[in-house]
């Protein structure tokens, strides 16, 4: 039997492979939500603009109505001949409304209508990855404030660079996350513009009303041209693109979680409901929801490149390669939420060992630059000169096995004579911290105005 949809030039059904590399059904009837509100919006306009009867626009949105009731209530029955959720929405709505379903794909096609449905679903997904982060970034905000006195090491080639506070370096995720906050709603009102009405490829000779069904759907205006609106998927991109971003940024702090609980850091502890044991070794807490937030980065790229791929060469206007968009778009997605769901909960559960980190913040001459920075400000020395004499101070604490602070006047002395005791002063971690006052840096003070400042645009 020939397509019931399209079939009039048919003789004969499609092979079942056919039906298989061709159905999307089995994804895409993840859009039924937006389908249905993209044909009632249009549904209504062809009405508001005598191209259907007012009574059969009644019709189609009370039968468009009821069949979201059965999807929603899983009774609605998926068929894989009719290929894609549009089509087994139309057909369903012949059948309960007759030929008056007939009358609803006037002036508009599968390519404006899938354009619609997609760009909907990815507006409120973005929507709802927004809110995520914002979630986030309290649960940062939260745990920095907490710890805006607790000190660390700040590492650069993951060897202790200098002291910094834990609640700076939770606030410079903060960052990261707001900068993606901004990328998200970037995304979301490019692609708020409403492709219904582009029909195939070159418009309609129908007098439609694009701006009506683009209020009406929330968009801002109806897109300006029907070849760019039916055939482009800039808007997945640029969302899948900022997601990528995200996860990297997840993926990140993920690898530093895996590095701070292990044994030989001990810098924090994950709670029980973010940690698994192994089945041999009984001592094992495994950071398992870390190490699959990293992961799961590798998976959401994964996705965006290959929708990149799909679209790279591909001639104007829309290709049925465009159709392998959505599952690309939907992994992402899903997994992306999954990702910052997780993170979140870490991050709120995470038991720092204070003293431990304090212990690591001051070891391995930690305190190494603000000796040569008093070596420049009390004595005047050049930079370059303050860094050779250090340098030969930190020698001499290693060759001994002590810290820079536990070195005798007397024997710094003999390496510059003109350092005095006040020099112990700058060798202390929380001094060292405390000292770090410019705009941005890691002093205590400032942790805590930054949290001030977040907490209050976070609301
Ligand atoms: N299922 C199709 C997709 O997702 C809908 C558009 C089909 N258009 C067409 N001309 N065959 O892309």
Not at 312 to 338: H, I, R, V, W
Request: one cysteine or more.
């Amino acid at each position: 039997m020939s397509n019931r949809m399209w079939g009039g030039r048919f003789s004969a059904g499609p092979s079942a492979i056919m039906e298989e590399i061709n159905a999307s059904i089995d994804f895409d009837r993840k859009l039924y939500a937006q389908d249905i509100a993209g044909s009632k919006a249009h549904a209504e306009m062809l009405a508001a603009r005598g191209i259907i009867s007012k009574d059969d626009a009644g019709k189609i949105a009370e039968g468009l109505d009821a069949i979201k009731a059965e999807i929603d209530g899983g009774t609605f029955t998926f068929s894989r001949a009719l290929e894609d959720i549009h089509m087994n929405v139309e057909s369903r709505l012949k059948e309960m409304i007759g030929a008056a379903a007939g009358r609803l794909h006037t002036a508009r096609s599968r390519n404006d209508q899938v354009a619609t449905d997609f760009r909907l679903w990815v507006r409120d997904t973005l929507d709802h990855v927004d809110g995520q982060l914002a979630d986030l970034m309290r649960a940062l905000v939260k745990r920095a404030g907490e710890h805006a006195d607790t000190v660390m090491p700040g590492f650069t080639h993951l060897q202790s660079a200098q002291p910094v506070t834990f609640g700076h370096h939770l606030m410079a995720y903060v960052e990261m996350l707001a900068r993606d906050r901004g990328r998200v709603q970037d995304a979301r009102r490019r692609l708020n513009e409403c492709p219904l009405g582009s029909a195939a490829l070159a418009g309609t000779s129908f007098p439609i009303d694009r701006h009506m069904t683009a209020a009406s759907l929330g968009f801002d205006r109806p897109t300006a041209n029907s070849l760019d609106s039916v055939s482009d998927r800039d808007f997945a991109l640029e969302a899948m693109a900022a997601a990528s971003i995200i996860a990297v940024h997840l993926s990140r702090l993920a690898e530093e979680i895996v590095i701070w609980s292990s044994a030989q850091f001990g810098f924090v502890r994950l709670s029980d409901a973010f940690s698994t044991g192994s089945s041999i070794m009984p001592q094992k807490r495994n950071p398992d929801a870390a190490e699959l937030v990293r992961a799961k980065a590798g998976r959401i790229i994964g996705d965006m490149n290959a929708l990149l791929i799909i679209m790279k060469g591909l001639p104007l206007a829309y290709q049925k390669d465009m159709q392998e968009d959505k599952e690309q778009a939907f992994d992402c997605f899903e997994n992306l939420s999954l990702v910052i769901a997780a993170m979140t909960g870490m991050v709120d559960d995470l038991v720092p060992n204070v003293a431990r980190m304090a212990a690591a913040a001051g070891s391995g001459f930690s305190t190494a630059t603000d000796l040569a920075d008093w070596l420049v400000r009390v004595l005047g020395l050049p930079f370059r000169d303050a860094h050779h004499v250090t340098g030969r101070l930190v020698a001499v604490a290693a060759e001994r096995g002590i810290e820079l602070a536990e070195i005798p006047l007397a024997d710094m002395k003999t390496v510059h004579d003109g350092i005095t005791e006040a020099v112990y002063d700058v060798l202390t971690v929380e001094n060292s911290v405390r000292s770090r006052t410019s705009h941005g840096g890691t002093a205590p003070d400032n942790v805590r105005a930054e949290v001030k400042r977040w907490t209050a645009l976070l609301g």
